[in-house]
């Protein structure tokens, strides 16, 4: 017993990546994590579109087109870059080790 214990821990701290879950527990909780920061990425990215938008009519409003074009792409590289970094997120926690 003591001897298979060994193995699994060993085998736990390899780094030969992934293995597959433990138990079906292990992998409904991985998944349900992995999909809750997928969620979580989707609204955040959501609502810096939505920003974007609104800062792009008000510098419309403000400074007509030009400013409009302006508003439009810095809202643009915030949105990308929320979405970048929550699929980042996402990824990590789905190669995460399987291991406790």
């Known amino acids: 017993m003591a001897a298979m214990a ?7 701290g390899s780094s030969s990546g992934n ?3 433990r138990t079906a527990e292990h992998c409904t909780k991985k998944g349900a994590k992995t999909g809750a920061l ?3 990425t989707g609204v955040e990215t959501g609502v810096e579109g939505v920003k974007a938008v609104g800062k792009t009519v008000g510098g419309f ?3 007509g087109s030009d400013q409009a074009r302006r508003e439009w792409q810095q809202g643009k590289a915030d949105t990308k870059r929320a979405a ?3 699929a ?3 990824k990590q926690e789905a190669k995460s080790p ?3």
């Open 84 to 86: 970048h970094t929550g």
């Open 19 to 21: 293995s597959p879950a």
């Open 38 to 40: 997928g969620a979580k």
């Open 6 to 12: 060994a193995i699994v821990s060993l085998s736990c």
């Open 98 to 100: 399987d291991c406790p």
């Open 88 to 90: 980042d997120d996402v």
């Open 61 to 63: 409003v403000e400074g």
